[in-house]
Structure formats: structure tokens, C-alpha cells
């Protein structure tokens, strides 16, 4: 009975900053990873960032320096702070939780939210 629900998308220009949230109900354990997947058109969903239960993160080279995820356990809340956005990182955002292993493949993941859409316009 696990959901995951995705807020904080929406249209920015080019070099806007915009923060993903997605509030967890249901019980997941604090030791299995949680992530961030995108997925734009006619394109397969990858994997943006991922924290594990220690706050290590990783992310895929193409945000790095520009996206830092972080969760709050107390408000069972997973984070994406996303700056300078580019056009590129249009898509529709995923949020994914319960991955026994730090890793950005989807696969690896048991729940997912329905998706929060990000627009970036030049």
C-alpha cells in the first residue's frame, strides 16, 4: 500500500532552478534507496539521482553540478533541487523508492509516483 505522490514541476526558461518533492505514504524502510527517473518522449526512462539510507548520493552525469537530491526521513519526503535547467532536462519526472542497491536503474525499484511534468523553454 505504498504511494508515492510527485509536486514541483512546471515551466521554466532555460537557467531556472526548479525543487521536485514526493511525499512516501506507506511504510518503507529506511534502508532501501530512493530515486529520481525521467522520462521524456519517445525516449526510455532513465535515472536522474538516487540517496541511499547513509545520504550518499549519485547522479547521472548529466546533472551533476546542477541537481542534488535529499530526503527527509521525518516528513517521509524525497527532494530534487534542480538549477540551471536546460531544455534538455524536459521531461516527466518520476519519483521511485524501495531499491535494495544505490543504483539509477529502474529495474531495481518496487514503487513509483505518477510523475510531476518539467518543462524547460529556451
Known amino acids: 500500500q505504498v504511494q508515492l505522490v510527485e509536486s514541483g514541476g512546471g515551466s521554466v526558461q532555460t537557467g531556472g532552478s526548479l525543487r521536485l518533492s514526493c511525499t512516501a505514504s506507506g511504510y518503507i524502510s529506511n534502508n532501501y534507496a530512493m530515486g529520481w527517473f525521467r522520462q521524456a518522449p519517445g525516449k526510455e526512462r532513465e535515472g536522474v539521482a538516487a540517496?541511499?539510507?547513509?545520504?550518499?548520493?549519485i547522479y547521472v552525469d548529466s546533472v551533476k553540478g546542477r541537481f542534488t537530491i535529499s530526503r527527509d526521513t521525518t516528513k517521509n519526503t524525497l527532494y530534487l533541487q534542480m538549477s540551471n535547467l536546460k531544455p534538455e532536462d524536459t521531461a516527466m519526472y518520476y519519483c521511485a523508492a524501495a531499491s535494495r542497491a544505490l543504483l539509477l536503474d529502474r529495474d531495481w525499484y518496487n514503487y513509483w509516483g505518477q510523475g510531476t511534468q518539467v518543462t524547460v523553454s529556451s
Open positions: 540517496i541511499n539510507s547513509g545520504g550518499y548520493a
